[in-house]
């Protein structure tokens, strides 16, 4: 599949890892038909990015610091029903497939694929297919014909995405302030969302949601200066 009116495909790759964003830029600038206009280490920086660059697709990372790639997903289809965006990740549960197709997102892609699984899957959403890798088509399949997967009960399906958004940065050590001005919302609402979920895990300590956000996987990387609260958080 060609490019556009002969123009490149802006691609824009949303990656916290180092290592894996420059090899996944230097495999999509070998094919002429790609070009990365842009490069992000967190859920934030991707939704900034989106705004500025206005790319074609979005490699995205679910798996990073600040905000999810879950969370970067709804504010980015909130700013773009056109882009398209490509989940890239080592997660495996239906819950995070069938999160990553009602939010709008066109593919969802497993990070141990091949180079060219991943440019087949980059193709079928550009194409406007969607794409699922084969280990996980299973559960996008009984999506698609209407059908129910079993759900799976865990502690993170009781809280919201804002929810679960603001307990992954509580767990990575940011303040109230901080997190309202990251999230462009109030202080107080940053409080009452605290409250909330404080409440539906049955916790009262900010270490307890600490450490609550380390085990279940919502914490991928510490703010500098955190030491106090991570050791509270795991004695």
């Not at 090899?23 to 705004?51: N, Y």
């Not at 549960?93 to 990070?111: A, I, M, P, S, T």
């Not at 399906?157 to 109230?176: F, P």
Request: charged share 30%.
């Amino acid at each position: 599949m060609e490019a556009r009116n002969d123009e490149k495909w802006r691609v824009l790759i949303a990656e916290d890892e180092t290592l894996v964003r420059e090899g996944l830029k230097a495999m999509l600038s070998s094919d002429p038909s790609f070009e990365v206009v842009a490069e992000a280490a967190d859920g934030m920086e991707a939704i900034r990015s989106v705004e500025e660059t206005k790319p074609d697709l979005v490699l995205l990372d679910l798996n990073m610091p600040k905000m999810s790639g879950i969370a970067a997903l709804r504010n980015i289809r909130k700013q773009s029903e056109t882009v398209k965006i490509l989940a890239l990740t080592i997660h495996e549960g239906e819950e995070y497939v069938l999160d990553v197709f009602r939010l709008g997102g066109n593919g969802y892609c497993l990070k141990e694929a091949s180079r060219e699984e991943l440019f087949l899957a980059i193709r079928s959403v550009l194409a406007g297919k969607p794409y699922a890798s084969p280990e996980i088509l299973d559960n996008v399949l009984a999506v698609y014909m209407g059908g129910k997967p079993e759900a799976r009960e865990g502690p993170l399906t009781h809280l919201s995405v804002r929810e679960q958004e603001i307990l992954k940065l509580i767990g990575e050590g940011y303040s109230v302030k901080e997190i309202s001005e990251y999230l462009f919302i109030s202080r107080r609402t940053v409080e009452k969302h605290r409250y909330n979920i404080m409440k539906k895990l049955n916790l009262h300590r900010t270490s307890a949601l600490v450490c609550f956000a380390m085990e279940n996987g919502l914490v991928t990387s510490f703010r500098k200066g955190n030491t106090n609260r991570i050791e509270a958080a795991v004695e």
